[in-house]
Every structure is written in C-alpha cells, then in structure tokens.
C-alpha cells in the first residue's frame, strides 16, 4: 500500500469513526428527547456519513484506476518480453507442480 492510500485509508477510518460516535449519540438522544437538538445532530451524521460515502468512492476510483495502470505494465511488459514471460511462467508453473506432487 502506497503512502497516499495509507494516509486516506486512516483519515477514512477516522472520518468513519466519528460518523459511529454520532450515530450511537444520536441514538442515545432520540430516545428521550426530540428536538433542535435532536434534528442539528441528525443533520450532523448526515454529512459526516455523506462525507465517508464520498471518500469510499474516491478510494475506490484511486484503487481501480492502479490496478488498471498495473494490468497495462504487465500486459506491456509481456508484450515486449515474450520470452521473459514465457520462462517466468514455466518457473512458476514448475514449482507449483513441484509443491502440488509433494502432497
């Protein structure tokens, strides 16, 4: 995991957190009260959970578009080195039987 998706991946778990403190304040309010003070912090956890939402989808963009950019590398590396590959593969698929035929 890159630095960048490190540092989002904490701040989202973060953000996710408090979204669950609010969620749990909330709950323990509607119980016995309702409200101003009811509706600001409901209005509060909408935003905060808009907010993650939001990060899950940018994280999800970010992964897909390297994972997208990984596949083009390998796909261009194999393009431009078939024999490299060829020998690359055979060596796995040798020590892979090797490890299957010990069962």
Do not use: C, Y
Request: net charge negative; glycine share 8%; aromatic share 2%.
């Amino acid at each position: 995991m890159t630095e960048m998706t490190a540092v989002q991946k904490d701040k989202l778990m973060g953000d996710l957190r408090v979204v669950i403190a609010d969620a749990e304040e909330l709950l323990r309010m509607t119980a016995d009260e309702t409200g101003e003070a009811a509706a600001d912090l409901r209005s509060r956890v909408q935003a905060r959970m808009n907010q993650a939402k939001a990060e899950l989808v940018h994280l999800q963009e970010v992964a897909v578009a390297r994972a997208k950019a990984a596949g083009h590398a390998a796909d261009e590396f194999v393009h431009d080195n078939p024999w490299k590959s060829i020998g690359i593969a055979a060596g796995i698929g040798l020590v892979v039987g090797l490890l299957v035929g010990r069962r």
